[in-house]
């Protein structure tokens, strides 16, 4: 597939053509060197001119940014400069990254999750992950010690969270590091959707705490497939504050049955990259401690899962219909609305921001679980919409059926 103008919501040619050109306006090229001379505009303009192109689907997020900045470059020098010759040069840069020869590479990060033997995640996407109670041998995190001092300066670090390993094939690190983080976060949403199904609500006095049991480590690094640190960096976690009591899964058993049942349906699933991402984003929103950003992360959500650019008026009919009582529904859903409107609009907080974040959790956790259960029923988050929009009263999808059904033998009859 050839890199090319994003037509969603509208179509990008117009403007990519402006931002072109203010990026050239500044562009100094001198032999083989290509500098700007605005380089705070430039940087924003790139940043709006990734966001209006549609990648190669294989191209990851993480490395498109670095794809565009060399297609800028040779542009500049070459002098192609129009919309279209800038695509070319990028889908030149795309052709060769998939060119790339894949290397193992191994992200070892942690979790707060009490380690147990039989501690065990499924093969996701090409990657593989192991738990171990200490770090697995053979990976060296010295090198980077003096940075992990530096980063979390006077913040207790973790010393009984579990390990997580996680392998992967990659054209480079960049690639390598976010999907595996992708894949640990869906294990961790997995975990915490199981723990948080289980509970409606959680009092707690004093600072807030996160929802979610399990909560990702405050550091990751990466290596090679002989274990050595690549270029010596970590990722980690700028809102860690401390460490939390690993959770401990005294129902293991029960959770495994859980994760088989969700994993098999991801696995065949007509949207799979959607729901997974749904997932990921749930387990997000809830490691956070300000209840009224979290609340906001969960709305969000909700429009991920019940719209396809549509008013919230849409939103709220289709969260409803997957609940017995559609009215009482709807009542709770037009409360935590305009609860969600006043934090945003008008920076309004309330104490009733630990009912409403716990309202809205479970509302999300409706709608995911809607979409999971989902998986051969609809081919997309717009066709699953479809469904929810249908009337909630049986009398009236009866008579819609029977209007359906002779519409289908008008059309199919012989005239």
């Given amino acids: 597939m050839c890199a090319k103008w994003t037509k969603d919501p509208k179509d990008f040619t117009h403007y990519a053509e402006a931002l072109l050109k203010r990026i050239w306006a500044s562009a100094i090229v001198k032999g083989e060197q290509v500098s700007f001379s605005d380089p705070f505009n430039f940087h924003e303009n790139q940043s709006v001119l990734v966001e209006g192109i549609e990648f190669d689907p294989t191209i990851p997020s993480s490395e498109q940014r670095g794809l565009v900045w060399k297609s800028l470059l040779a542009a500049a020098k070459s002098g192609k400069t129009k919309p279209a010759e800038f695509l070319n040069e990028l889908t030149r840069f795309e052709e060769e990254y998939k060119r790339r020869p894949p290397a193992r590479y191994y992200l070892l990060s942690s979790v707060s999750v009490k380690w147990r033997p039989k501690l065990a995640a499924p093969a996701v996407r090409g990657t593989s992950t192991r738990f171990y109670l200490s770090a697995p041998k053979g990976f060296d995190q010295s090198v980077v010690a003096d940075v992990i001092r530096s980063t979390f300066h006077h913040r207790e670090l973790p010393n009984n969270y579990t390990y997580a390993r996680v392998g992967i094939q990659a054209r480079g690190a960049a690639e390598a590091a976010e999907r595996s983080f992708d894949a640990l976060e869906l294990f961790r949403g997995s975990w915490n959707l199981f723990i948080n199904l289980h509970y409606s609500t959680r009092l707690f006095s004093g600072r807030a705490t996160p929802i979610n049991t399990i909560l990702p480590g405050p550091f990751s690094t990466l ?87 549509d008013k919230y008026e849409s939103i709220v009919r289709r969260v409803s219909f997957l609940f017995a009582d559609v009215d009482f529904a709807r009542l709770h859903l037009e409360h935590l609305r305009r609860y969600r409107n006043r934090v945003i609009h008008a920076a309004h907080s309330s104490e009733q921001r630990n009912e409403a974040v716990h309202q809205l959790r479970r509302f999300v956790q409706a709608v995911l679980l809607f979409h999971i259960r989902n998986v051969d029923k609809a081919a997309s988050i717009s066709e699953a919409c479809e469904f929810l929009d249908l009337p909630t009263e049986s009398k009236v999808l009866r008579r819609r059926l029977r209007l359906i059904e002779r519409a289908v033998r008008f059309r199919t009859s012989p005239r």
Avoid at 236 to 256: A, C, I, L, M, Q
Avoid at 257 to 265: C, G, I, N, Q, V
Avoid at 271 to 281: A, D, K, L, T
């Fill in 223 to 309: 290596h090679d497939s002989s274990g050595r640190s690549v270029d010596q960096r970590i990722w980690y976690d700028p809102g860690y504050v401390e460490p939390h009591s690993p959770h401990d899964f005294r129902n293991w058993k029960e959770y495994t049955k859980h994760e088989s049942w969700l994993f098999a349906r991801l696995k065949r699933h007509r949207y799979r990259n959607h729901v997974e991402e749904m997932i990921r984003r749930y387990s997000s929103a809830l490691d956070g401690t300000d209840y009224d950003v979290v609340i906001n992360k969960l709305w969000s959500l909700l429009e991920r899962g019940a719209s396809a650019g």
